[in-house]
């Protein structure tokens, strides 16, 4: 399954300073699963760390080359990861078929393949 990331460039920053150093006030909540705190809604209401107040945000496109090429990378980084769990499970189970002595090679080969085939790393 392909993992649907944007494809565009863009950031929110302040309307008083242009500083994209902003955030929004939210609720988060623990998630126990994970261990860690989650945000659970994000409100209207934004700050931003510069002008240390209240502000409104714009949103803007990213021009700078080298924002973009690191926005591309980390995104590489989470298809890849999108991908390692089922990656993962194919090589078990090729290891597992090949211990216990049955020729699943063709149809493993066709799993590898289709992960493959939709891997956009
Ligand atoms: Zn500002």
């Not at 990331?5 to 006030?25: H, I």
């Not at 049955?102 to 799993?111: D, E, G, N, Q, V």
Request: aromatic content about 10%; some cysteine.
């Amino acid at each position: 399954m392909k993992l649907a990331l944007p494809t565009n460039y863009k950031q929110y920053v302040c309307r008083t300073c242009g500083s994209s150093d902003v955030g929004w006030d939210a609720w988060s909540e623990w998630d126990s699963a994970t261990n860690q705190e989650v945000l659970r809604t994000g409100f209207d209401d934004a700050h931003c760390f510069q002008c240390e107040g209240e502000t409104r945000t714009e949103e803007v496109e990213i021009t700078d080359a080298s924002e973009i090429a690191y926005i591309d990378e980390q995104r590489a980084k989470l298809r890849a990861e999108h991908h390692a769990v089922a990656m993962l499970e194919a090589m078990k189970e090729f290891v597992a078929g090949v211990d216990a002595g049955k020729i699943r090679s063709k149809r493993t080969y066709a799993k590898f393949k289709d992960i493959i085939a939709n891997t956009e790393v």
